[in-house]
C-alpha cells in the first residue's frame, strides 16, 4: 500500500505540490518498488521477505479495521534518531488499545535495526506496524490470537530540499480532526482516514499541506505534522489536549529551544494566530522541520523561512547526524 510519506520526489521545474509523487512505468510487468530499494528486504513475524514477496493475509484486522498501531522512524548517518522514544509511544499505543506486541523492547530493537543492515542503508524511514493479526470478518479483536509485526525500511524525502529553502503553503480544511474522546491522538493507530480526507483537501486546492482544526475551532495539527508559529521571538505549538499527535519531532524542538535559550510554549492556537505570525513551521519523523511561508492565500512574515526557524533547522540537522543508536553491531 502505497503512502505519501515513503514518496521520493524530484526536484520541482515549476511550483508543484511539496507531497507531488512521480511515477515510473512498470518493466516487464512487475510490480514497481515502493521502498526506493533495489531487491529490498521486509520483516514480517521474524522472517525477511522480498518486496515482492512481502504480504500479509487478506483476514488481517489490520486491513479490516485499521485495527494496529506504527511509527516512523528516521535514521541518519548509520544511526536511528530517538528509537528509545518511538519504542515507548508505540508501546503506550498498544497498551491504550490492549493489544500485546509480541516480543520485548530488545527483541524490537534487534528486529529492526537487523532490517536495516538488510537494506545496506546508512540514511533512510523505517515503518514499524504492529497488527492484531488476523481473525475472521467480525469485529471483536479477540478472534485475532497472534498480533503481527511488520518492518520496512524505505529511502525517503517527503518534501525536496527547496521546500526547506522556500517553505510550504498550507490551507485551512474543513475535516475536522477526530474527537480525542472519539480517538485519542496519543494512539499512532492504523486508522488515518481522517488525515486522509484532509490531505484531499489539501490536493484540491493545489496545497502542500491541511491544516487541521478541532471541534472547538483552534489548530490541531497539519496531516502528518505538528504545527508551531513564531511571534516575537517566541515558540509556540498547540497543546496534546488540542487534538495534536505528541510527535517525536515536536519534542526535540522543545530541547532544542531550551539549548538555544529560545522560549518555546504551548498554547491553543486559531487561524489568525497564524495569518499574523512572524514564522511558521511544521515538524514530523517524516517532514523534519519544514517552513511554511503562505497559510490560506495569507503571505506568513516576509514570505520567507525565518531566521529562528532556520535556526531550528540547522541545529536538527546537526544533531541528527551525530546522535542515535547505532546500527552496525
Known sequence: MKTTDAAVLEEPKTRVRATEETTEPAIESRPRPRTGIREAKIYIDGTFYSE????????????????GIFEGIRFYNGRVFRLEQHLERLWKSARSICLNIPMTRKEMTEALLETIRQNHLRDGYVRLVVTRGVGNLGLNPEQCKNPSVIIIVATIALYHEDFYRKGLSIVTVATRRSNPAALNPAVKSLNYLNNVMARIEANLASADEALMLNDTGNIAECTADNVFVVTHGRIVTPPITAGALQGITRSVVFDIGNELDIKVTEADLTRHDVFVADECFLTGTAAEIVPVVKADGRMIGDGKPGPITTRIIERFREMTRNTGTPISD
Request: cysteine-free; overall charge negative.
Open 52 to 67: 515482492a514477496n512481502a504480504k500479509v493475509s487478506v483476514f488481517d484486522h489490520g486491513l479490516l479495521y485499521g485495527d
